[in-house]
């Protein structure tokens, strides 16, 4: 059984930094895709990013790119979302997932196309 733990959310001013981390435990994590969502209250689970096995195709929301960076560390067995120039609007519960293969599903910022999740971490920038 896959485990896996986030770690590093905390509270934040805007225009400030935060780098999550999210260890994974049992499987083989480098053959699995993984992927960051976050959710803020009265929303649903929105993308944040995806990277597959290999880590060479890595992918954005629109809402994060150029100021979100994933990256992972089989090594390791984690997989790391580096924050920056965060606002008010990222405040949220950040969630990793395990995806179900080396590659990213066609739908990769679907959250149902992961099949394990940690407990969240939670985000909180102070405008």
């Known amino acids: 059984q896959v485990q896996l733990q986030e770690s590093g959310g905390g509270l934040v001013q805007a225009g400030g930094s935060l780098n999550l981390s999210c260890a994974a435990s049992g499987g083989t994590f480098r053959d699995y895709s993984m992927a960051w969502f976050r959710q803020a209250p009265g929303k649903e689970r929105e993308f944040v990013g995806a990277i597959s096995g290999p880590g060479r195709a890595v992918y954005y929301a629109d809402s994060v790119r150029g100021r979100f960076t994933i990256s992972r560390d089989g090594a390791k067995n984690t997989a790391y979302l580096q924050m920056r120039n965060l606002s008010p609007q990222d405040t949220a519960v950040y969630y990793c997932?395990?995806?179900?293969?080396?590659?990213?599903?066609?739908?990769?910022?679907?959250?149902?196309?992961?099949?394990?999740w940690g407990q969240g971490t939670q985000v909180t920038v102070s405008s």
């Open positions: 997932g395990q995806g179900r293969s080396k590659l990213l599903a066609p739908n990769w910022q679907v959250a149902s196309e992961y099949r394990y």
